[in-house]
T-cell receptor, first 115, second 115 residues
């Protein structure tokens, strides 16, 4: 099946710095990708929809200035957590929509720890 | 508000025993329904999905789920549990007209398998 890769899988940063997480569709083109956040022992929460070549659509309550999303190509979307704080520590997961198959494929997730 | 309820945050079974993970949705209109599995520090893998075709859906790893409109349920079952089935399982729904990635996830059920 199709593969979606996230990088890095784990990142530790200091408070106030910015962190970029990449999401790549390895063997298909994805015009639409999605970013989720998963809190410990909680479900996934959709943060935003990333559309290639246009601005991301953010869910209610998600700070667009803190979580910058860029979808510059059909195989890459990035999530940048700006001025990270300890409360931003979480597991971030992306998914990519494979139009021809109608399938949604998930990345392996990226664990962010802000000290 | 539309929601997904997974009964039981933790289910423990013995190896070889029946696995039953419960999922109910709130909607008068049957949605698309999904079951995903998540292993520690990994993304989500699709087990199976219901898209208004057959009500009994067979998935990977011997899992299956039955859509019951009258009960608004989509419970996941496996006749004989294996140690490798130990993981977190998420039920998710997507309503007609919703974006492909706008899945509403249940809170998850952690499955433990005892030897």
């Amino acid at each position: 099946g199709a593969v979606v890769s996230q990088h890095p899988s784990r990142v530790i940063c200091k408070s106030g710095t910015s962190v970029k997480i990449e999401c790549r569709s390895l063997d298909f083109q994805a015009t639409t990708m999605f970013w989720y956040r998963q809190f410990p022992k909680k479900s996934l929460m959709l943060m935003a929809t990333s559309n290639e070549g246009s601005k991301a659509t953010y869910e209610q309550g998600v700070e667009k200035d803190k979580f910058l999303i860029n979808h510059a190509s059909l195989t890459l979307s990035t999530l940048t957590v700006t001025s990270a704080h300890p409360e931003d520590s979480s597991f971030y997961i992306c998914s990519a929509w494979d139009g021809p198959t109608g399938e949604l494929f998930f990345g392996e997730g990226s664990r962010l720890t802000v000290l | 508000a539309q929601s997904v309820t997974q009964l039981g945050s933790h289910v423990s079974v013995s190896e070889g025993a029946l696995v039953l993970l419960r999922c109910n949705y709130s909607s008068s209109v049957p949605p698309y329904l999904f079951w995903y599995v998540q292993y520690p520090n990994q993304g989500l893998q699709l087990l199976l999905k219901y898209t208004s075709a057959a009500t009994l859906v067979k998935g990977i790893n011997g899992f299956e789920a039955e859509f019951k409109k009258s009960e608004t349920s989509f419970h996941l079952t496996k006749p004989s549990a294996h140690m490798s089935d130990a993981a977190e399982y998420f039920c998710a729904v997507r309503w007609y007209g919703g974006s492909q990635g706008n899945l509403i996830f249940g809170k998850g059920t952690k499955l433990s398998v005892k030897p």
